[in-house]
């Protein structure tokens, strides 16, 4: 799963993986990958997503930083938002265009 599907994915699974609010942090990709426990239940597909989420540190800490709300980068914070996601699938789509 290349680093642009597994965004597209956490994209398409983002509110499977928060707790309802704007915000996806660490540990709920934790509970999904069933690394940690979790009163949620989740899809296979949700499942191998966070792994390799979490498993490609370039692309968690990139995803962690994001943008801000002026586009300029964001914090690392253990935490990601859809801007931040949506900022990632333009990054690597536009860097997989190029190769």
Do not use: C
């Not at 994915?9 to 990709?29: C, I, Q, R, T, W």
């Not at 989420?53 to 968690?60: A, H, P, V, W």
């Amino acid at each position: 799963m290349s680093q642009l599907e597994i965004l597209q994915n956490v994209k398409k699974h983002f509110s499977a993986y928060g707790d309802g609010d704007d915000y996806v942090n660490l540990n709920e990709m934790k509970e999904a990958a069933g690394l940690v426990p979790s009163e949620k239940t989740f899809t296979p597909e949700q499942r191998i997503t966070a792994t390799k989420f979490l498993q490609d540190k370039e692309l968690r800490d990139e995803t962690d930083v994001g943008v801000d709300a002026k586009g300029g980068p964001g914090y690392k914070d253990g935490r990601f938002d859809m801007d931040n996601v949506n900022h990632m699938i333009k990054k690597k789509s536009k860097a997989g265009a190029e190769t």
